[in-house]
């Protein structure tokens, strides 16, 4: 009830992605002060920051997973930095404006009465700081706009988590001891390590920020995303402004970030982050269908639905599968290796004299292995991922596990044929006959290239794809 608005003068949030997927390291960095009259007028608001003696002002910041999505977080545990903030202003400098440090109480005063006369008129009020609880304050000026200039002290932090309700928060507020002084704002740098559940760098996810509505004013709010090295922010993910059901959606609102305008905070520049190997992303919400980008409340949800990628990945996997296949091909269709194997199996062959099935077998796998080799490899590239429809109806899932089987009686054949019997011949002989071996050939053979074709039949011939489009 004492403060009527909360003036989030800078808002800085850096989330890292790990290269698991399962881990972020969140940055919050933060500048605010609390506004105790009832004032709708921004640029009012910019130079009207005050305190109440007897009501500190305070902001909380909470993560949370909706309950209808599951229990995505699984842990969060907060690290107040902000004395290290405070310690590297020539990067604070490329993110909010130059940074300059006072500790001498007349100057601070003489700042204060500069900046904000309409809170300290001719012979009215003093702005006596207790520089026992604030050594240093400090000046932030981003040109000459009022909305991005202010003078801040460190402010307290406290974690008022709640485990077992799932809900992990802190909370920020005044520490000056002494007087509250008006036009003082509170300045801190919080890092969020977020245990996940599940690996987000496959499967699109909604972050969101929910501000109370029409309470909190933002004329500097910034949202950087820094997926890990070899993964970069995908086109299809966008911005979604408003509540669930209402929401407005924009793609053209994430940008990404020249490798030049990198902040090297200390804590960025090391491993496992590493912020100069990432490809980084920011949201523009200047590009995003926002009612007031000075007042982002009055739209309560700011949300980004994050798809991630790895550009190189496709034709990375595609090159080293190409390789095995070749290698297998290769290996599958050597003549003299295919003899090798018609000679162990002679050792035990009980076929009719002068007319030798074994050899015949053999010389048709050394045509026909390497054919279903290749049928094998069309069917991996063409996954049900880049073949089948979004809407693909649940019958399908008949041709998913076609496509488990050829996988599964392909490589059988292969290792019996290609592993086994050139390994453990004799073990081998002991026990398989010439007509149970041609029996086991058959069978794996016929599995295999039933359902590998059953499956390119339905994606070439049913869906109409081609495989050129998959490589």
């Avoid at 019996?416 to 071996?437: A, H």
Wanted: proline letters at 5%.
């Amino acid at each position: 009830m004492t403060y009527k608005k909360i003036l989030l003068r800078k808002f800085f949030y850096m989330v890292f992605i790990s290269a698991d997927g399962k881990k972020l390291d969140v940055y919050i960095a933060t500048v605010f002060g609390g506004i105790t009259q009832d004032i709708t007028e921004l640029d009012k608001i910019y130079s009207s920051v005050q305190h109440d003696p007897q009501d500190a002002c305070s902001l909380e910041f909470a993560f949370f997973t909706p309950e209808n999505d599951g229990k995505l977080i699984e842990k969060v545990s907060f690290t107040n930095l902000t004395d290290s903030f405070c310690q590297q202003p020539q990067w604070i400098g490329k993110v909010w404006g130059a940074c300059e440090s006072y500790t001498d109480q007349k100057s601070i005063a003489e700042l204060l009465k500069k900046t904000y006369p309409s809170l300290y008129p001719s012979g009215k009020g003093e702005a006596n700081i207790d520089m026992n609880a604030s050594p240093k304050i400090y000046y932030i000026k981003k040109g000459d706009k009022p909305s991005h200039i202010c003078i801040a002290d460190k402010g307290r932090y406290e974690d008022v988590s709640e485990p077992s309700r799932h809900r992990y928060a802190y909370k920020l507020y005044n520490q000056n001891k002494g007087k509250k002084i008006d036009g003082l704002e509170i300045m801190n740098w919080i890092k969020a390590d977020i245990t996940l559940s599940s690996n987000i760098l496959k499967e699109p996810v909604l972050f969101s920020v929910e501000l109370e509505q029409g309470k909190i004013i933002t004329p500097d709010f910034t949202w950087y995303f820094a997926p890990p090295a070899g993964y970069v922010v995908s086109e299809n993910s966008s911005v979604r402004i408003g509540e669930k059901g209402m929401a407005k959606e924009e793609k053209n609102a994430i940008q990404g970030v020249m490798d030049e305008t990198t902040v090297l905070f200390s804590e960025w520049d090391k491993s496992p982050l590493s912020i100069k190997e990432r490809k980084k992303s920011r949201v523009l919400f200047k590009a995003a269908p926002v009612k007031d980008i000075d007042n982002l409340s009055e739209d309560t949800v700011l949300a980004v639905a994050l798809y991630m990628t790895s550009p190189q990945e496709p034709t990375n996997r595609q090159f080293w599968i190409g390789l095995i296949i070749a290698f297998l091909l290769s290996f599958c269709s050597d003549k003299t290796r295919i003899n090798d194997y018609y000679s162990c199996l002679k050792l035990s062959c009980t076929c009719v004299e002068n007319a030798c099935f074994c050899e015949y077998v053999c010389n048709a796998l050394s045509i026909l292995s390497p054919i279903l080799l290749l049928c094998t490899f069309f069917t991996f590239i063409m996954s049900p991922q880049k073949c089948f429809p979004p809407d693909a109806p649940k019958w399908t899932v008949c041709f998913k596990v076609c496509r488990i089987c050829g996988f599964v009686f392909t490589a059988l054949l292969m290792v019996y044929v290609f592993g086994l019997w050139f390994l453990v011949p004799v073990w081998l002989i002991s026990f398989i006959s010439c007509r149970l071996n041609i029996w086991i050939l058959g069978l794996l053979f016929f599995l295999a290239a039933i359902a590998n074709i059953v499956y390119l039949i339905y994606c070439l011939g049913k869906l109409k794809r081609k495989i050129f489009n998959c490589l």
